[in-house]
């Protein structure tokens, strides 16, 4: 089953994907909140619910007519992975490392699929990176890695897009990666049961105005799904709607020779098998000097 979230005037809503078409759920199923956070906290059958939207005559919203949202607009944690691929680590000069490079984003970096991502005006060093997110549906701390699974409600694609030079100003790397417009999700949540176990075995690919720059396999992570809830709960609590982004395989814009950076007009795409297609187009940061 995939999931949607879409902008409204009343805020982030929550849909079932039928075809070319979206049911809003709580519309369709009064007891759902509208936000996906609040209905996986509520400890709803988010899948349930969506299997009785598509059997009903509930209204069809054209998905095209829809601007998206990111799919977990407002998670409580986002949990990053850096060099989990082993391609990725050797083209950065570094070996396999001993325990995973753990980094935070904010949900204020998200934007959903179709929006622009933002080249900040303090830099031209804006770098894209394909992942594959995990969205946890049920609560856990120090979880057993082969129960970990159970734990997952769905995947979608991410963007961790980068601002490079910031990111390599200070050893730990979060001022890098949570510019406003970089942390593309989407477009859809797909649940796990519709997915090979983990999200294992699945093409990944971003491709640069038609180019393909990263074509990969999630089976080359170095860390796979359950071993990462399994570690993080050595050290956390994991909650529903927390998301957590598995890292990017080999080809990224800084490691190339001469370096590839994004430019607005550019069209960068990530596409995971099974999972979906997430496109942005790149815009220059505009604005008033101080917002607030």
């Known amino acids: 089953m995939k999931f949607v979230t879409y902008t409204s005037k009343a805020g ?56 998206l949202a990111p799919v977990v607009p407002r998670p409580g944690k986002i949990i990053c992975l850096g060099l989990n691929y082993y391609d990725h680590a050797k083209e950065g000069g570094r070996e396999k490392p001993d325990y995973p490079w753990f980094f935070m984003r904010t949900a204020t970096s998200l ?8 080249r900040p005006r303090v830099s031209e060093k804006l770098d894209y990176e394909a992942e594959l997110a995990v969205v946890i549906g049920k609560a856990g701390r120090h979880i057993p890695q082969d129960r970990a699974l159970a734990h997952v409600f769905g995947y979608s694609c991410f963007n961790d897009i980068s601002v490079r030079d910031y990111q ?43 180019q393909v720059m990263q074509s990969a396999n999630t089976d080359s992570m170095i860390w796979g799904v359950a071993e990462t809830i399994a570690l ?11 998301v957590i ?10 490691a190339r020779t001469p370096p590839v950076w994004m430019r607005a007009g550019d069209r960068v795409e990530v596409e995971i098998e099974g999972v979906g297609l997430l496109a942005n187009m790149i815009q220059d940061e505009v604005g008033q000097d101080e917002v607030g």
Request: hydrophobic share 45%.
């Open 232 to 242: 993080l709960t050595e050290c956390l609590t994991l909650e529903p709607g927390d």
């Open 168 to 210: 390599k100003r200070t050893p730990q790397w979060t001022i890098g990666k949570n510019f406003d417009g970089t942390g593309a999700f989407g477009p859809e949540l797909v649940t796990a049961d519709a997915l090979p176990a983990g999200g294992a075995g699945l093409a990944i690919q971003c491709r640069l105005n038609g």
């Open 245 to 254: 982004v598995m890292g990017t395989p080999a080809g990224v814009g800084f």
């Open 12 to 67: 982030p809503r929550l849909g079932v994907v039928d075809g070319n078409a979206v049911i809003d759920l709580n519309q369709a199923q009064p007891q759902v909140p509208a936000d996906v956070t609040a209905g996986l906290l509520a400890g709803v059958d988010l899948v349930a619910a969506g299997k009785a939207a598509l059997a009903s005559a509930a209204p069809r919203l054209d998905r095209a007519s829809l601007t």
């Open 111 to 118: 934007i959903g699929a179709g929006a622009p991502a933002l």
